[in-house]
């Protein structure tokens, strides 16, 4: 049985050391380090996977989606669209007294009843309701717009047609995930184990506190996570005590390393990009535009939903579009207000959240 140990690795810190230790226990040509361009990555992120190279001796495999094909057959899909179904807006029903819900029935009388097993309210539709084809106009935008650019992030919101969000997180399955394991698989069929290390802790988030540290997949794949034990501080200290350098990113007050921005990102290192590296989300502005043009309903935002804006914006798109919301995260308060000192705060120096100025 040859064993080959695939190593995700991300310009983290993480991945850094989940590599290191890899190299550690396992022979080289038994390791293959693979990294998966999202194509919204940070420069710093790719002169970092060089500096690993250099500094580990090993190639690292770069791995990146494609999906010139999806976006074909989109294209044909928008050309023919000649549905022509509607789409309504409704209201809950209730009895003459206007508190009593009308329960909703079948066709035999009996109440219906949704997965939990609760009795559903009768709703009823209001309004014109909209058509939900695509419009002439639309299709015509949508097809100038709609053409593979070779960035996998922006070819993929293009393809959907909008920006991933928390709920439909398809950037990381898409661009990530399922570049990872195909390329796994790939190495399954010619006749390798594969052992897939993925650096991975508990203390990261609610999501991975269950993490395992190792599965047994099927098929010829095991995952193995080395990490799941360790807190952000272990790492830095592994790292520093094999002389590896952290990822200059940390040092200039980022949490974390990947897509800038994540649509995961919090108020503050919006901010802090924004300040930063204000050429990222002036390119994510211009894909704003670009995904729009390829949208039906002729918007789309990269952040979806930012509860505390303040004002009454006059629409959904001007209200969470890349400028508004750098805007409100330089405000304090919920965003209802500008913090002068935040205004000041000219970026000079190392701002590590991880305490790495020392
Ligand atoms: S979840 Fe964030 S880091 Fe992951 S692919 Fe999506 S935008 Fe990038």
Same mark, same amino acid.
């Given at each position: 049985?040859?064993?080959?140990?695939?190593?995700?690795?991300?310009?983290?810190?993480?991945?850094?050391?989940?590599?290191?230790?890899?190299?550690?226990?396992?022979?080289?040509?038994?390791?293959?380090?693979?990294?998966?361009?999202?194509?919204?990555?940070?420069?710093?992120?790719?002169?970092?996977?060089?500096? @690993?190279?250099? %500094?580990?001796?090993?190639?690292?495999?770069?791995?990146?989606?494609?999906?010139?094909?999806?976006?074909?057959?989109?294209?044909?899909?928008?050309?023919?669209?000649? &549905?022509?179904? &509607?789409?309504?807006?409704?209201?809950? +029903?209730?009895?003459?007294?206007?508190?009593?819900?009308?329960?909703?029935?079948?066709? &035999?009388?009996?109440?219906?009843?949704?997965?939990?097993?609760?009795?559903?309210?009768?709703?009823?539709?209001?309004?014109?309701?909209? @058509?939900?084809?695509?419009?002439?106009?639309?299709?015509?935008?949508?097809?100038?717009?709609?053409?593979?650019?070779?960035?996998? /992030?922006?070819? @993929?919101?293009?393809?959907? *047609?909008?920006?991933?969000?928390?709920?439909?997180?398809?950037?990381?399955?898409?661009?990530?995930?399922?570049?990872?394991?195909?390329?796994?698989?790939?190495?399954?069929?010619?006749?390798?184990?594969?052992?897939?290390?993925?650096?991975?802790?508990?203390?990261?988030?609610?999501?991975?506190?269950?993490?395992?540290?190792?599965?047994?997949?099927? *098929?010829?794949?095991?995952?193995?996570?080395? @990490?799941?034990?360790?807190?952000?501080?272990?790492?830095?200290?592994?790292?520093?005590? &094999?002389?590896?350098?952290?990822?200059?990113?940390?040092?200039?007050?980022?949490?974390? +390393?990947?897509?800038?921005?994540?649509?995961?990102?919090?108020?503050?290192?919006?901010?802090? +990009?924004?300040?930063?590296?204000?050429?990222?989300?002036?390119?994510?502005?211009?894909?704003?535009?670009?995904?729009?043009?390829?949208?039906?309903?002729?918007?789309?935002?990269?952040?979806?939903?930012?509860?505390?804006?303040?004002?009454?914006?006059?629409?959904?798109?001007?209200?969470?579009?890349?400028?508004?919301?750098?805007?409100?995260?330089?405000?304090?308060?919920?965003?209802?207000? /500008?913090?002068?000192?935040?205004?000041?705060?000219?970026?000079?120096?190392?701002?590590? %959240?991880?305490?790495?100025?020392?």
């Amino acid at each position: 049985m040859t064993i080959r140990h695939v190593v995700s690795v991300s310009g983290g810190k993480d991945s850094a050391a989940t590599l290191l230790i890899a190299l550690e226990r396992f022979s080289r040509e038994s390791i293959v380090p693979i990294f998966c361009d999202t194509g919204n990555e940070h420069q710093a992120v790719y002169e970092y996977l060089d500096y @690993l190279e250099l %500094a580990l001796d090993i190639k690292i495999t770069r791995l990146k989606a494609n999906f010139d094909a999806e976006i074909a057959s989109k294209r044909t899909f928008i050309a023919r669209d000649r &549905r022509t179904r &509607r789409e309504y807006d409704t209201v809950p +029903v209730f009895e003459a007294d206007g508190k009593t819900p009308v329960l909703k029935r079948d066709g &035999r009388g009996q109440v219906v009843l949704n997965k939990k097993g609760e009795p559903v309210q009768k709703e009823r539709k209001t309004g014109g309701g909209r @058509l939900v084809r695509w419009t002439n106009k639309a299709k015509r935008r949508a097809l100038a717009a709609l053409h593979p650019s070779g960035n996998p /992030f922006l070819d @993929l919101c293009m393809w959907k *047609g909008r920006f991933p969000s928390r709920k439909a997180q398809f950037c990381t399955e898409q661009l990530k995930r399922d570049i990872a394991v195909s390329f796994q698989l790939e190495l399954i069929a010619q006749g390798y184990t594969v052992v897939s290390w993925q650096g991975v802790r508990r203390d990261e988030s609610v999501k991975r506190r269950d993490a395992l540290k190792f599965e047994v997949v099927g *098929g010829g794949l095991y995952i193995y996570r080395p @990490l799941v034990e360790w807190s952000a501080a272990d790492v830095f200290a592994y790292c520093t005590a &094999r002389n590896l350098q952290p990822n200059p990113l940390y040092r200039q007050g980022m949490t974390r +390393v990947g897509c800038m921005y994540c649509i995961n990102a919090r108020k503050e290192e919006i901010r802090e +990009v924004a300040v930063r590296f204000p050429e990222h989300p002036a390119r994510l502005a211009k894909w704003e535009e670009i995904v729009s043009q390829c949208s039906k309903r002729g918007f789309s935002t990269f952040f979806h939903k930012v509860d505390d804006l303040s004002g009454s914006p006059p629409s959904i798109y001007s209200r969470c579009k890349m400028e508004t919301v750098i805007e409100w995260s330089r405000t304090t308060r919920g965003g209802k207000q /500008f913090s002068l000192l935040e205004q000041l705060d000219v970026p000079t120096a190392c701002s590590s %959240a991880y305490g790495l100025c020392e």
